[in-house]
């Protein structure tokens, strides 16, 4: 059995300079990026023991079930469960280690870094409103994420990532950067086109791509994509539906309303808000137009409010429709069908002639 080691007394996040919620892409970037300031090679003597103090932490932080160990035995609070390849303690115990040089060859860019910049500050200026819209319902990478990534730049990279950020700034109107997730989706997209090969050298796989996805998901997410995803058509249809209700309709709608009879937001299997931010950001737009588009018709708020609950889990239905199996998706639509989630039938078969 190997040897339980004893827990560090030290805190392993500040010997990272990283938080505690820090994520596994975080860590390696700060591990590798404070390897590269510390290292004796570049330090000198001096930098061994602080060289040596950054593995550890990394040996720890890296394992999943290390760090949950670590995390209990100094009282914090379970933020998530740290699953996946992240790393493990190494049978390596020398003085100071570098980190190994395991990067998979990286496919070649197609374009200059120039060039891709170029093209994404020109873009900017013919985002649709329903692109704008997904921007701003995007999840963009975390601050903090984003700090730790500049924080170990060149200054050369880091100057020309502030330029692009104050392009963008200069594009767009203040009131559209102060969206919700505008920005920060913009500028995580605009620091993977700078950044790119900065990150092929000092990332491996899998958390290359990690940061890659985590940088590049807002963006991609909002831009090219329909507002409401593949079952747009089938939206729009029903929020017209929900503008011709009576106030009797919005009375009976809301009786399907309540949190009780709503239950938790369903989600087809293998598809989830952590897994598709496309199909997520279609969903918070659709929920949120259909809500308002119920009347209010001089009714009581509270039964408004139930009506537009309702209404907003239909769409959130709608939206999935191609992803739930037939009878899940029935089933869960049939408090509203056939009147606002019309039944869907096969088309009849056309009967061909019989040759002569």
Known sequence: MAPRHAVPAEDLYAQL??????????IEVAWRGLLRLHHPDVAGPAGLERAKRINVAHDWLSDPGLRARYDRDRGMTARRAWTGDHGHVRADRSPVREPADDRRPTARRPTDPAELVARFLERLSSLTADELDRLAAADPAPIAFGATIRRFLPEDLRTALERVDAEIGRRLPAEVLGRSGTRGALEAYAAELVLGSFLDELLSEPFRERTRERLTRGW???VGQPRYGPNGARVEAFIRRLRMLDARDVARLATTGTRDRLGDEPWPPGV????????????????????AAVPTVSLDAALVGRARRAAARIAHLVVLRHAFDPASYAALTAPWRPGLVPDERPAARVRRPAAG
């Open 17 to 26: 300079e990283l938080p505690p919620d820090a994520s596994p892409e975080a």
């Open 220 to 222: 991609d997410a909002a």
């Open 272 to 291: 989830s808000v952590e897994d598709d931010e496309a199909l997520r950001i279609s969903s918070v737009l659709a929920a949120r137009d259909a809500a």
